[in-house]
């Protein structure tokens, strides 16, 4: 049954994927996204995540609040390629853009 | 995506405490770490323990493009990675891991008459290295990828049997063989310090307690410098951020990796569909920050829609950034350095250690097993950098992306 509750719906996800992973040891919010692959899709973990947390937080037995979110990355929604190509941070002698995320 | 058996991997996360003791610890849980572990494991030295201070895939291994190429300017780099692509090609057999190892060749690009002669002079030594490369003209490169502007394109060189793979699961699959052969995965265990002993051998501190060790390798790539600063060993090595980014997945189009000398462009299109790739940023400060920056997708961006227009309208889901760990002269620094025998050195691979990783790993494992010790190890020492015979290591500048 596990096999078929679905907890990353842009990847394809299980639940027995994450319990599979955590299992092994890779049991960290980070390894769980690498050995699964939840969270790298198109919703990037906006959906997947808080569920996905719960169960990491679950299985170590702690507080769910004490699991933080993996790295966001960016940018904060699927963009295409040229309003990046036209954006003026694009001239690598410029100083603009250089802000982290 | 599922991968692997019923094996637990990693110690920390079953409570295990540290060994009192072992015969080689290796600090450093990256593919070149692993890769070295998993071939001393196999052949027949396991009291092998591998610390990481984070999880595994968290510094440069799992933040590369994952191009395997055999496109080289000095012989032996060309030589050692021929030998590596063999054993990407036979990693899933042997590991029991599949990485998703794609040979759909590399293509690099040259906009001036001057990159195409230095292509002709790396084809030539390669091509008498036994590679199956060769020169293109611009037409001839949109053969390979017919979505190609041709525009300002002199020429091009293509070697189908370079590749792609996955970084992780590469990871992942010497993690779990070593760890079945008896080697002792640490992750999250962070190396606080080393004393040198007095007759010999080493005594490595954690924040989890403290391993005796008769030899202690460093390959902690960028940060292998806070490492060897432990036993008083100071590295020429400088941390160079480099950004990357993936695309929402494409149905296949793709074949090779495709690489513009002029701007260091690269990308790929991996085996889940994304276009995944890079380009250097001129006058970048040593760093080791691993943050975004709007900056590099624009540059990226540009050079890439100018280059496959049609890929203008496609998504960038996610960009992130890993540190280059670069040496003076582009080579490597290996072996142990003057003064602390039994102390090992794997670091310097400007970028490039992820492909270099299975060949290097197991040359490592032969000498430190009592076998050949490979030429690379006299070459690629820590003091060809001062003193007598500084400067007579063939310099490796094909060093792109």
């Known amino acids: ?101 | 995506m599922a991968f692997g058996s019923d094996l637990v991997i990693d110690r920390t996360r079953s409570g295990e405490p540290l060994p009192e003791r072992a015969e080689l610890v290796i600090i450093g849980a990256g593919v070149m770490g692993l890769s070295i572990a998993y071939n001393t494991a196999k052949r027949g030295l396991t009291d092998v323990v591998v610390l990481d201070r984070g999880y595994l895939a968290e510094g440069a291994s799992g933040r590369n493009g994952g191009g395997v190429r055999q496109q080289w300017s000095t012989e032996l780099n060309v030589r050692l990675m021929a030998e590596s692509v063999e054993m990407c090609r036979r990693f899933a057999k042997e590991l029991e891991f599949n990485v998703w190892f794609r040979q759909g060749g590399y293509l690099f690009l040259a906009r001036s008459a001057a990159e195409v002669s230095r292509l002709e002079k790396n084809v030539e030594l390669q091509r008498r290295c036994g590679i199956p490369v060769r020169m293109l003209d611009a037409e001839g490169a949109r053969d390979i990828v017919p979505e190609l502007s041709l525009d300002g394109i002199a020429g091009a060189a293509y070697n189908p049997s370079d590749g792609i793979l996955f970084p992780w699961p590469f990871l992942w699959g010497y993690a779990q063989q070593a760890t079945k052969l008896g080697v002792k995965l640490h992750t999250f265990t962070p190396c606080v310090g080393i004393d040198v002993e007095p007759g010999g051998g080493f005594v490595v501190h954690t924040e989890r307690g403290s391993v005796r060790a008769a030899r202690v390798l460093d390959a902690c790539g960028a940060w292998s410098g806070e490492v060897s600063c432990m036993v008083g060993v100071e590295l020429p090595t400088w941390p160079i951020r480099h950004e990357i980014c993936s695309s929402e997945p494409l149905k296949p189009f793709l074949r090779p990796m495709v690489s513009e000398l002029s701007s260091g462009l690269y990308f790929s299109q991996s085996m889940r569909g994304e276009i995944v790739g890079g380009v250097s940023l001129p006058n970048e400060a040593p760093t080791l920050s691993m943050g975004s920056r709007l900056k590099f997708l624009a540059h990226y961006s540009r050079r890439l829609v100018s280059l496959i227009p049609r890929l203008g309208n496609v998504k960038v889901l996610r960009q992130w950034a890993g540190p280059y760990d670069m040496s003076p002269d582009g080579n490597p620094i290996l072996g142990e350095p003057p003064g602390v025998p039994g102390f090992f050195l794997c670091c310097g691979f400007v970028g490039h250690g992820f492909m270099m990783a299975p060949v290097v790993g197991k040359l490592y494992a032969e000498w430190l097993t009592g076998g050949d010790k490979h030429e690379i190890f006299g070459l690629h020492t820590l003091d060809r950098f001062h003193g007598a015979g500084a400067g007579d290591v063939a310099k490796e500048d094909f060093n792109i992306g």
């Open chain 1, 1 to 101: 049954m596990k096999g078929k509750i679905i907890v990353c719906r842009c990847e394809d996800v299980t639940l027995h994927d994450v319990e599979h992973s955590i299992e092994l040891g890779y049991a960290d919010i980070e390894e769980v996204k690498r050995f699964t692959g939840f969270g790298t899709g198109p919703c990037q973990g906006k959906e997947c995540m808080a569920l996905i947390a719960r169960i990491v937080a679950e299985r170590a037995g702690v507080e769910a609040a004490s699991v933080p979110a993996f790295t966001s990355r960016p940018p904060i929604a699927p963009t295409p390629l040229r309003l990046f190509a036209r954006d003026p941070a694009g001239d690598p002698d410029d100083g603009a853009g250089s802000e982290e995320r």
